[in-house]
């Protein structure tokens, strides 16, 4: 089992910046597909950034979003920058074995964090 906790989330402006990491504990592997994930009011859950051996990228966040993993303190982070009101929703950092990225079939989910931006 692994836990993942996130952090990071709040109210930023149009045009500004967050940092959101993602702390992960019990069978934590550096070989672990991560992967973060948002879902905006009333809309489906979205994939936003992912990494294995490298790094993907939704088209409406590459560009100014970075993913990041940081293997001996078991976090990853998302960099966002450039925010956009669009960019409002809850963040969801995600974990699986399968090395395979893009997809929604992730093992493991942490609760979420609330990314608001203002216009």
């Known amino acids: 089992q692994v836990q993942l906790v996130e952090s990071g989330g709040g109210l930023a402006q149009a045009g500004g910046s967050l940092r959101l990491s993602c702390l992960a504990s019990g069978r934590t592997s550096s070989m672990y597909t991560v992967a973060w994930f948002r879902q905006a009011p009333g809309k489906q859950r979205e994939f936003v950034a992912g990494f294995r051996w490298n790094a993907y990228y939704a088209h409406s966040v590459k560009g100014r979003f970075t993913i990041s993993r940081d293997n001996a303190k078991n976090t990853v982070h998302l960099q966002m920058n450039s925010l956009e009101p669009e960019d409002t929703a809850t963040y969801y950092c995600?974990?699986?074995?399968?090395?395979?990225?893009?997809?929604?079939?992730?093992?493991?989910w942490g609760q979420g964090t609330q990314v608001t931006v203002s216009s």
């Open positions: 995600a974990a699986r074995t399968s090395p395979v990225v893009v997809t929604n079939d992730y093992e493991y």
